[in-house]
């Protein structure tokens, strides 16, 4: 169905697999069509609680595809940055939990994409990086918003100024990372996390990431008033009500997106 991904769903848990390993599943505008039309699938499957992105064989994605790029003119390179950034902030905006399975490499449009989920878990041998201005030119998918989000200004300048690529465990260590396993325990190790995540009222889980995410931008004064917004909105779901009489009555609840 998808030229350039792998797609499938188990039980409420999809994933996402980027295969173009002779290119080390490096982003080229089939890629990004790809995940823009699986993005819409997943966002219509009411059934889907959690969605994994990860790479087909030794890399996750080794950035975007500098072949194609490398003739592009100003025009181009500004619709090609313009939509694979739009792909990204998509992701971004998913109503479910995301989590990036980085397996290898994460290189540019690759570092890019596990940033724009919602918690990155990385094999030991996975390498990050931002090597754009080694090539002449910019991050162009979020790069330079969400790495200094992530690991703040100056450590993001270092990296992507100087263009260097860094390990797993420094990556860790900076914030980029949020959890470090062993390679052979990267899939189940995610699995876990996503189940611990799919078991919660969906609705409810989808409302603490817009509350965090829209409060991250503001001021706390803000940032608690988009909380009062999506605390309320629980309020008016039957998820709400079953979950409080599962609590009460001493039993699992059984929550239905509704």
Known sequence: MYETLKYEVNGNIATVTISREQALNALNRQVLED????????KSDKDVRGLIITGAGRSFVAGADIAAMSTMNEQEGFDFGVFGAGVFRKIELLDIPVIAAVNGFALGGGC???MATDYIVASEKAKF?????????TPGFGGTQRLARKIGVSKAKELIFSARVTGAQEAYE????DKLV???ELMDTVNAIMASFVKNAPIAVANCKKAIDEG????IDGGVRVENKYFGKCFATEDQKEGM???LEKRPAEFRNK
């Open 182 to 184: 062993a390679p052979e």
């Open 174 to 177: 900076l914030g980029l990372v």
């Open 35 to 42: 995940l823009d039309k699986v993005l819409d699938e997943i």
């Open 112 to 114: 890019e994409l596990a």
């Open 129 to 137: 990086g931002q090597p754009e201005a080694g090539l002449g030119i």
């Open 216 to 219: 991250y931008q503001l001021d």
């Open 245 to 247: 009489a599962a609590f």
